[in-house]
Every structure is written in structure tokens, then in C-alpha cells.
């Protein structure tokens, strides 16, 4: 199927350098998740595997062989975008025979290639409409069948979901899961909900500002993060980050997740304000204002009655804090 | 309530602005079309009276199709206008996809160089273009005609083509591209349908003035067979007597086709709107 290595790439749109030089590598099989802020070049990225966007130094490779000057439609990929991207003028079943119709295929081949897609994709009986008779749920799965019906070296996404709503959202999630389960291929997604990229991926390529901030598995990232904005990044609601010197340790600054503080109302190390209380039945996240490090989260499982404006008092669980120094790398025992 | 109120004579407001508008507009035309069908005293006599059945007269048709070459110039006036407006909306559709979609060094300079002739008019080059025609041989012929309005409808259509084709959406292009289409079939299979409101429009902006045109088809071709509608019309203008039921008859005539032509491309320029406002 597909292996992809990225050497050393970089795009700059005239002198302003987008991807400041990024080494990947992607093993067959693999899904692997570009995540980051918008703005952080993950798209320019994707843009660039795919042939779209051309490189300004370094080497994209396909199955070890080199595609930088390989136009799209020979590098054996397929690519779902974020507006769908179908063909206003084609039926559903044209959209996704494009590219083979393209490709010289045999009408036989070409019935049989969408019929089977249209049957993973349960798309039957939509298969003589056009794009604008369909909803947003049912255009995305034809412009995942469009790929699929390709059966390419790679498949890049680019926030597939972004435009469907959270129900639909969650359902295409899991469908893509699957798809990536049945057809063993080698997937690249890029999204900025890093909720995607953690329930997705085998593995994730946090991006920030053009580079990349770390690799890794979503649970290696979760635990072990490199830096204080892969720390940030990954996890929701978002890590806390204290000042470290109050609390005595050595470290300049102390990063901490919701669920490792602790709260009281009669002692602790930070004392604090709450502001705002959210209940979510399963879980209550409870926000505190404290003068040292501002505002806090601390996330409860269960139901829990805190009022707000009351004083309380929150201890970080000393064993699940992460330490860095003072210029965002990861301080490791 | 009130705000429902105040929109209503706001709308009332701003039709009877569009209709006194109207009026004015098509004024000339009712006069012409009325005028046409009336005999050579009554038009003197009563210039804006309907058409009585004492005055009732065809006299100016009959002359318009028994004297002169009524249809060749009819014919000619055709073919210069679809041939012009055709080549128009492909070459300027064209170029405004190489401007809007395309990274090139000098592309803004490029689109700014082909916009200059909105802003100067062709007619002040009249005479070097006559100069050209004759070195080139062609004078007095259709395809003088069509090459000059052609550059004239060019700028305004690169304009306002490259402005829409901007707004088409990248993936699509994209999306074609990874399924190996040609840069020509995603130009013409993708992007010009979905531009169709502004092919409408600059259509309709680049027709008028080439049907209704006098200037250049009196100075590049004004011989007999090469004559246009409006030039031919001129026959019946004479310097001391002037067959003004054949000149209306005619004029009433050459609003058909333009009138034909406006209302097939008026549907899309309608259809256009519409489609962005409600989705």
C-alpha cells in the first residue's frame, strides 16, 4: 500500500517560510493525525503530500520513491476536503467514477469499483442524484466513497468534519474508523479538534508555527508531552500551568491536568476563588481565579454542589505533575 | 408594525424611483415603435399619438425589406455580434482563470495592464486601427468588425470574470485536479458553469454596444455587403430628405434580436442572484 517520508520539507510563500523544514515518516498502514492551530501549516502541509502546493526544499516520498515534481493525479492519492468538493454537474456515482473514467479504466471495472464503495458507505440508493439533492452528512460520505473508489497508496484528509454538525460529526468520526480498520490504508488527517486526532489516531504530529512540537502515540502525548504547548494542546478541558517557586520545586513551571487537583474547602496548597461552576452529569469542571496563576480548572467525576464566589483551596497531586523550564521544554527526571 | 410600515413605503419609495425610471428609459423605444407604424404625415402631426386606423401605415417596413439589403445587413449585424461576444467571453474567461487561479510573477501588474482599456476608450485609436486594417487587408470586411470588438469587450470581462473566478472554490479545483483532470476540463467542466451569472452579465454589457454600434462599421466596413443593421439604417438618413418611416421601421427592427438575446441571458443573470441570496 503506502509508506510516506517527509525529508527536511519546507514551503515558504515568498519570504515568508509556512513549514520550516519537517522529517516524518509514516508507516504503511498507519493513521496519522496533523494537528495544531489554525495557522500552524497543516494544511500547507497536507497540500504538499498531496502535489497541490509544490516544495520548496527538502523531499516528499511516496513508497520510498520521490513525488515532489509528480503531478496529483500520479502520486496514487486520494484527498476528502472540508467543503466536500463534489462535482455540481456529475451524479453520485459519476463524482466517484471520475478518476477512473480519467485513468482509462473499463466501464465493468468502473460500475463495480463505485458499487462497492456505495455498499461500505451505505450510498445505494443515492447513487443517481446529484450532489445539491443531498444533506452535508450524505455529501461527506460520497466524498469519502470518491476516495475510497480509487484504492490509493495514501489517503489524505483535510477537516473532513468541520462543516457537519456534532451529531453527524461523531458518526462520521467512527465510520472513518472503520474504514480505516477494513481497508488497512494508510490514512493522513489533518483537524485542529485535537478530541479527532486523539480518538482517530495511531499517531499524532502536533504542529506549531511550521514545525513540528512532537510525535507521538495520542496516549504517549497525553502523558508525556515534549513541551508546554503540546501540554496545552493535547487534553480538554486544557492543562493548568502553575508557577512552580511557591510551591517549592525546582522546576520553573508545573503543568498539571484538571483531574490531578484536588479541591477543599477547609486547606490546601492554592487558595482560590471559584468563578464558574459547569455540571456535565458525568463530570463537574469547576473554575477557579487564584492571584498566583490566574484562572485554574479542576475537573470532578460525579456530581458536586460548589458555589460560586465561595473560597477554596486546591493541592496539584505531586505524583501527576509535569515540570518544565522556563523556555518550554519538557524538565525529565 | 411601524418598522413593517416604514419598509413598505421605503419599497413603495424606491419602485416609483424605478418605475419613473423605466419610463424615461424606454421612452425613445416607445416613440420609435410607435412612430413606425404610422404614415409619414401623422408622424409629423402627432408624434406621440398611438396608431389610428387612418394612420395606420406599414409603408416604412415594406420600404425597409424591398429597398436595400435589409436581411444581409441584419445577417452581418448578427455575426459580428455572436462572433465578438463568443470570442470575448473565451478569451476573457480565460485569462481571468490564468489571473485568479495561477501564481505568476506579475500577475497583479498583469491584471491591472488588461484592465487599463476599461478606463481608455478604444475609439481614440481609430486611427491607428484603420491604418492596421488597411496593412493588413482588412477592410471591409466582418472580420475587422469582429477583431476590434473583441478587444473592446475584453477588459471589462477580464474584470469581472477574474473577480467571480476568485470566489470559486479551491478544493473543486483541487479536487479535479487529484482525479486527473486537465487544467482545460477543470476550466471548462468546473469553473465556467459555476461563473454563469457573470458570463450573463458581461455578456449582456459586451452585446449592447457592438449591435448598436455606428463608428467603427462606417470607418472599417462600410461597403455594401459588409454593412451592419445601424449603418444600414443610415441609408434612409439623407442630407435634405429623410425617409424617417423606413429609418423607424428599421431601428424597430434591430431592437428584436438585442431584445431576443437580453432575455436568455437576463434568466441566468436573474438565476444568479437569487442563488447566492437564498442558497
Same mark, same amino acid.
Given at each position: ?5 517527509? @525529508?527536511?520539507?519546507t514551503? *515558504?510563500?515568498g519570504?515568508?517560510?509556512?513549514i520550516?523544514g ?18 500552524c501549516g497543516?494544511s ?9 502546493e509544490?516544495v520548496?526544499?527538502?523531499?516528499v ?6 513525488v515532489n515534481?509528480?503531478a496529483?493525479?500520479?502520486?496514487e492519492i486520494a484527498m476528502?476536503f472540508?467543503s466536500?468538493a463534489?462535482?455540481p ?5 459519476d ?5 477512473l473514467?480519467?485513468a482509462?479504466?473499463?466501464?465493468a471495472?468502473?460500475?463495480?469499483a463505485?458499487d462497492k464503495a456505495?455498499?461500505m458507505?451505505?450510498l445505494g440508493p443515492?447513487m443517481?442524484?446529484?450532489?445539491? $439533492? %443531498?444533506?452535508?452528512g450524505q455529501?461527506?460520505r ?9 484504492t490509493p497508496?495514501?489517503f ?15 458518526a462520521?468520526?467512527i465510520?472513518?474508523a ?9 490514512m493522513?488527517?489533518?483537524t ?7 480518538t482517530?489516531a ?5 504542529l ?8 507521538g ?6 502523558n508525556?508531552?515534549?513541551?508546554v504547548?503540546v501540554?496545552?494542546?493535547i487534553?480538554s478541558?486544557?492543562?493548568?500551568f %502553575?508557577?512552580?517557586?511557591p510551591?517549592g520545586l525546582?522546576s520553573?513551571a508545573?503543568g498539571?491536568?484538571?483531574?490531578h487537583?484536588?479541591?477543599s474547602?477547609?486547606?490546601g496548597?492554592i487558595?482560590?476563588r471559584?468563578s464558574?461552576v459547569e455540571?456535565?452529569g458525568g463530570?463537574?469542571l469547576?473554575?477557579?481565579?487564584t492571584p ?11 456530581e458536586h ?11 496539584p497531586d ?5 515540570h518544565f523550564?522556563?523556555?518550554g521544554?519538557r524538565?525529565?527526571? | ?5 416604514h =419598509?413598505t *413605503?421605503?419599497?413603495l ?8 425610471y423605466?419610463l ?11 412612430n413606425?407604424?404610422? *404614415?409619414?404625415?401623422a408622424?409629423?402631426?402627432?408624434p406621440l399619438a ?9 409603408v416604412?417596413y415594406r420600404?425597409? %425589406? ?5 436581411? /444581409? ?6 455575426i459580428?455580434?455572436?462572433?465578438s461576444?463568443f470570442?470575448?467571453l473565451?478569451?476573457?474567461a ?5 489571473l485568479? $487561479? ?6 497583479s501588474l498583469m ?5 487599463l482599456g476599461?478606463m ?5 485609436? @481609430? ?14 470586411t466582418?472580420?475587422?468588425?469582429i477583431l ?6 475584453l477588459?471589462?470581462?477580464v474584470?469581472?470574470l477574474?473577480?467571480f473566478?476568485?470566489?470559486v =472554490? ?5 479536487a479535479?485536479r ?5 487544467e482545460?476540463t477543470?476550466f471548462?467542466?468546473?469553473v ?7 458570463m450573463? @452579465? ?6 449592447i454596444?457592438?449591435w448598436?454600434? /455606428? ?6 466596413a462600410p461597403?455594401?455587403e459588409?454593412?451592419?443593421?445601424t449603418l444600414?439604417?443610415?441609408?434612409f ?5 429623410t ?25 441566468q /443573470?436573474i438565476?444568479?442572484i ?6
Amino acid at each position: 500500500m503506502g509508506a510516506l517520508t517527509l @525529508t527536511q520539507v519546507t514551503k *515558504s510563500f515568498g519570504t515568508t517560510d509556512v513549514i520550516k523544514g519537517v522529517d516524518l515518516a509514516v508507516e504503511e498502514g498507519e493513521f496519522c493525525v496533523f494537528v495544531g492551530p489554525s495557522g500552524c501549516g497543516k494544511s500547507t502541509l497536507l497540500r504538499m503530500i498531496a502535489g497541490l502546493e509544490d516544495v520548496s526544499a527538502g523531499e516528499v516520498a511516496i513508497d520510498g520513491v520521490r513525488v515532489n515534481g509528480v503531478a496529483p493525479a500520479k502520486r496514487e492519492i486520494a484527498m476528502v476536503f472540508q467543503s466536500y468538493a463534489l462535482y455540481p454537474h456529475l451524479t453520485v456515482r459519476d463524482n466517484m467514477g471520475l478518476a477512473l473514467k480519467q485513468a482509462g479504466k473499463s466501464r465493468a471495472e468502473i460500475r463495480a469499483a463505485t458499487d462497492k464503495a456505495a455498499a461500505m458507505l451505505e450510498l445505494g440508493p443515492l447513487m443517481d442524484r446529484r450532489p445539491a $439533492e %443531498l444533506s452535508g452528512g450524505q455529501r461527506q460520505r460520497v466524498a469519502i466513497g470518491r476516495a475510497v473508489v480509487r484504492t490509493p497508496k495514501l489517503f489524505l484528509f483535510d477537516e473532513p468534519l468541520s462543516n457537519l454538525d456534532a451529531a453527524l460529526r461523531v458518526a462520521t468520526r467512527i465510520e472513518i474508523a472503520r474504514l480505516h480498520r477494513e481497508l488497512g490504508a494508510t490514512m493522513i488527517y489533518v483537524t485542529h479538534d485535537q478530541v479527532e486526532a486523539m480518538t482517530l489516531a495511531d499517531k499524532i504530529v502536533v504542529l506549531n508555527a511550521g514545525r513540528v512540537a512532537q510525535i507521538g502515540a495520542p496516549m504517549d502525548l497525553y502523558n508525556d508531552p515534549d513541551n508546554v504547548f503540546v501540554a496545552g494542546f493535547i487534553g480538554s478541558p486544557k492543562m493548568n500551568f %502553575l508557577k512552580a517557586g511557591p510551591l517549592g520545586l525546582r522546576s520553573d513551571a508545573l503543568g498539571i491536568r484538571p483531574e490531578h487537583l484536588a479541591i477543599s474547602t477547609t486547606g490546601g496548597q492554592i487558595e482560590g476563588r471559584i468563578s464558574h461552576v459547569e455540571k456535565l452529569g458525568g463530570e463537574t469542571l469547576v473554575y477557579v481565579t487564584t492571584p498566583a496563576d490566574g484562572l485554574l480548572t479542576v475537573r470532578l467525576f460525579g456530581e458536586h454542589d460548589h458555589a460560586p464566589d465561595s473560597t477554596v483551596w486546591l493541592t496539584p497531586d505531586a505524583t501527576r505533575a509535569l515540570h518544565f523550564h522556563e523556555n518550554g521544554q519538557r524538565m525529565r527526571d | 408594525m411601524s418598522i413593517a410600515r416604514h =419598509s413598505t *413605503s421605503r419599497s413603495l419609495a424606491a419602485h416609483a424611483v424605478l418605475i419613473l425610471y423605466t419610463l424615461i428609459a424606454l421612452f425613445p423605444v416607445f416613440v420609435i415603435v410607435v412612430n413606425s407604424f404610422k *404614415s409619414r404625415r401623422a408622424i409629423f402631426a402627432e408624434p406621440l399619438a398611438l396608431p389610428r386606423a387612418e394612420t395606420f401605415d406599414l409603408v416604412g417596413y415594406r420600404t425597409v %425589406l424591398q429597398q436595400g439589403d435589409f436581411l /444581409l445587413y441584419f445577417q452581418n449585424s448578427m455575426i459580428v455580434t455572436l462572433a465578438s461576444l463568443f470570442f470575448v467571453l473565451l478569451f476573457g474567461a480565460m485569462a481571468a482563470f490564468a489571473l485568479s $487561479e495561477y501564481r505568476f510573477r506579475g500577475n497583479s501588474l498583469m491584471g491591472l495592464y488588461l484592465a487599463l482599456g476599461i478606463m481608455i476608450p478604444i475609439r481614440l485609436g @481609430t486611427v491607428a486601427i484603420l491604418q492596421m486594417m488597411v496593412a493588413s487587408g482588412l477592410v471591409n470586411t466582418l472580420t475587422a468588425l469582429i477583431l476590434v470588438y473583441t478587444a473592446q469587450g475584453l477588459p471589462l470581462a477580464v474584470f469581472i470574470l477574474s473577480e467571480f473566478m476568485r470566489n470559486v =472554490s479551491d478544493d473543486l479545483k483541487n479536487a479535479g485536479r487529484i482525479d486527473g483532470l486537465s487544467e482545460y476540463t477543470i476550466f471548462f467542466r468546473l469553473v465556467l458553469p459555476l461563473v454563469r451569472p457573470a458570463m450573463a @452579465t458581461v455578456a449582456v454589457f459586451t452585446m449592447i454596444p457592438i449591435w448598436n454600434d /455606428l463608428w467603427f462599421p462606417l470607418i472599417l466596413a462600410p461597403s455594401e455587403e459588409t454593412k451592419t443593421l445601424t449603418l444600414g439604417s443610415q441609408s434612409f438618413i439623407g442630407q435634405f430628405v429623410t425617409d424617417w418611416n423606413a429609418v423607424l421601421a428599421a431601428l424597430g427592427l434591430a431592437i428584436v434580436p438585442v431584445l431576443v438575446l437580453y432575455l436568455i441571458f437576463s434568466r441566468q /443573470l436573474i438565476r444568479g442572484i437569487t442563488a447566492g441570496a437564498v442558497k
